[in-house]
C-alpha cells in the first residue's frame, strides 16, 4: 500500500509538473509577444506649439528670478506648486541636472529634458502630462531653463506599472504567471488523478468505485467523470448479474443432483425388485431430462446475452409466423383443456430470426397455458401502429403481484417463496424471451389485468418494405 502510495504521488507530480511547464511557457511567450507589440504602438513625446498660459506664467517668473544670486530652487518649486497646482522643473544647463519632483512617474520627463536642449518655447506632451519650456536665464550665477508641467493624470494600470524599476516587474510577472499556471495546472491534473485512481480500483475488483468529486462539472471532465461513473454501475450490474446467475445455476443444479442421488441409491437398495427398481430408475431418467433441459436454457441465455451481433435477420412475415406458433402450441393447450385465440391481423414484414422469435414467442404462449385453469382461453392479439407491431399473450391465471412484475424476466425468478418446479420448467424461460426481444430492438413488458390473469405485451420495429 506504501509503494501504491508513493507511485500514485510521483505520478500525480509528475504531470503537474509537465503541465505547469507548458502552461507556463506559453504564457510567457504570451506575454512577451504582448510586450513587443505594444512597444511599437506606444505614446512617444511630442512637441506642439507652446501653451500660452503657461508661456505666460513662465515669463512672469523669468522676469522675477533673472539676474538674482540667493535663489533656493527648492522652495521656489514648493511654493509654486502650493500656488499654482502646477509644478516647476529646473535644469541646469550647464550640467543638463534637471530638478523635479521626486515621484518615479518624472522620470520620464527628466530623462527628456536631459537629452534635447529645447531652446525655444514649446509644450511637450509626455501622454500623461504636459511640460511647456522657456528660453534659458541666468539665476545664481548659472543658466537655467524653466519649466511648468500639469499634475500627472491618467493614471491607468498600464502607467502605474510602467513606473516600477523593471527588475520589480519582472518579478511580478514571473509571480503572477506562476500562480495562475499552477492553479490552472492543478485544475486539469485533480480529474485525471481521480480518474486514474478510480481505474486501478476498478481493475482490482472494487465495483463500487465512483468519480464523486467532479461528476457536477459542466466541462469535458465532467462529461468524462459521468461517462466512467455509467461505465462502472454498468460493469458492477453485469458482474453481479452474472454472478447471481451462477449462484442460481448451482442451487438449480443441486436439487435434481440429490434427487437422482437418492433414487439411485434406492434403485440399488432395491436390486431384485423389478418393479420398484424400474420407477427408481425412470426417476433418474427424468432428473437427468431437467438438467438436461436446465443446462441447455443456461446455454441458451448465455449465447443471447453475448450474441449481438451474429444471429442471422431475414424478412418474416409475422402473421404467418406467429399463426405457426399458435398451431405447434394447441396441442399442449389441448392437452390441458386450454384453448389459444388469435386475434388481430397486422400486414407487412419484420427483419428477425426466425428461429430465435419463434422460440421467445412459444416460451411466453406455452407459460400463459401452463397457468390458465382448464377451460380457459390464452388471448393473442396483434396490432399494427405507425412503424411497430405490437403483440399480446393474455392468459386468466393467478397474475403476478405487482411489486413483483418487474422480477419476472430475471433468470430463476419465481413468484412462490419455494424454489420447486411443481409447474415444470426451468425459471429462465422469460428471461431467454426478453434477451430475443432486445436482439430485435424490441421492448417486452408484463401487467396484470383488471379481472385476472397476466398480459405480456411484445413490440417489434415493422420492416418499411411493402411486398
Known amino acids: ?44 513625446p511630442s512637441q506642439e506649439q507652446a501653451n500660452p498660459q503657461q508661456l505666460k506664467l513662465l515669463t ?16 521656489l518649486q514648493h511654493k509654486f506648486h502650493r500656488k499654482h497646482q502646477q509644478h516647476l522643473l529646473i535644469k541646469k544647463v550647464a550640467t ?39 528660453q534659458p536665464i541666468v539665476v545664481n550665477g548659472e543658466q537655467l531653463q524653466l519649466f511648468i508641467a500639469n499634475e500627472l493624470h491618467r493614471k491607468r494600470l498600464v502607467s502605474l506599472v510602467y513606473q516600477l524599476p523593471i527588475a520589480l516587474r519582472l518579478f511580478f510577472l514571473l509571480t503572477i504567471s506562476f500562480l ?12 485525471l488523478i481521480a480518474l486514474q485512481k478510480a481505474s486501478r480500483e476498478l481493475g482490482e475488483g472494487k465495483l463500487a468505485t465512483r468519480i464523486t468529486k467532479f461528476d457536477q462539472r459542466s466541462d469535458e471532465f465532467g462529461d468524462l467523470a459521468r461517462s466512467f461513473n455509467q461505465m462502472a454501475k454498468q460493469l458492477e450490474s453485469n458482474i453481479s448479474s452474472h454472478q447471481r446467475l451462477l449462484a442460481d445455476v448451482s442451487h438449480e443444479l443441486r436439487s435434481p443432483l440429490t434427487r437422482l442421488q437418492l433414487a439411485v441409491a434406492l434403485a ?52 404467418g409466423l406467429v399463426t405457426h406458433v399458435v398451431n405447434d402450441c394447441q ?19 419484420i427483419l428477425a430470426d426466425s428461429k430465435l422469435l419463434v422460440s421467445a414467442i412459444s416460451n411466453i404462449v406455452n407459460n400463459a397455458v401452463k397457468y390458465s385453469p382448464a377451460q380457459q382461453v390464452v388471448t393473442i392479439e396483434l396490432s399494427q401502429q405507425d412503424e411497430q407491431v405490437m403483440l399480446s399473450i393474455a392468459d386468466h391465471g393467478p397474475g403476478v403481484p ?34 430475443a426481444i432486445q436482439l430485435h430492438q424490441g421492448e417486452i413488458y408484463a401487467e396484470n389485468q383488471p379481472a385476472n390473469g397476466l398480459k405480456l405485451t411484445i413490440i417489434l420495429p415493422s420492416s418499411k418494405k411493402e411486398h
Request: glycine share 6%.
Open 1 to 44: 500500500m506504501l509503494k501504491q502510495n508513493k507511485w500514485q504521488n510521483k505520478f500525480a507530480l509528475g504531470i503537474s509538473l509537465k503541465l505547469f511547464i507548458a502552461f507556463w511557457l506559453v504564457i510567457l511567450t504570451s506575454v512577451l509577444i504582448s510586450y513587443l507589440v505594444t512597444m511599437q504602438f506606444r505614446h512617444s
Open 180 to 191: 495562475c499556471c499552477w492553479l490552472l495546472a492543478k485544475s486539469f491534473t485533480k480529474p
Open 331 to 349: 396441442y399442449f393447450a389441448t392437452s390441458k383443456g386450454v384453448t389459444i385465440a388469435l386475434q388481430g391481423r397486422v400486414s407487412g414484414f
Open 96 to 134: 543638463n541636472k534637471v530638478y523635479a519632483p521626486r515621484n518615479r512617474g518624472w522620470s520620464k520627463v527628466k530623462d527628456y529634458l536631459k537629452r534635447h536642449p529645447l531652446n525655444n518655447p514649446v509644450t511637450i506632451d509626455f501622454d500623461f502630462t504636459k511640460v511647456t519650456s522657456s
Open 60 to 75: 512672469l517668473y523669468q522676469q522675477r528670478l533673472a539676474g538674482k544670486t540667493q535663489v533656493k530652487l527648492k522652495a
Open 268 to 319: 440399488e437398495k432395491n436390486m431384485g425388485n423389478n418393479a420398484e427398481q424400474q420407477k427408481h430408475l425412470n426417476r433418474c431418467e427424468k432428473e437427468v431430462d431437467r438438467l438436461d433441459e436446465m443446462i441447455a436454457d443456461v446455454l441458451t441465455l448465455s449465447r443471447l446475452e453475448h450474441s449481438h451481433n451474429t444471429f442471422t435477420v431475414e424478412e418474416i412475415e409475422l402473421q
Open 402 to 435: 405487482n411489486e413483483m412484475i418487474t422480477k419476472l424476466f430475471t433468470p430463476f425468478f419465481r413468484v412462490a417463496d419455494g424454489r420447486e418446479r411443481s409447474s415444470g420448467g426451468t425459471g429462465l424461460g422469460l428471461a431467454i424471451a426478453q434477451q
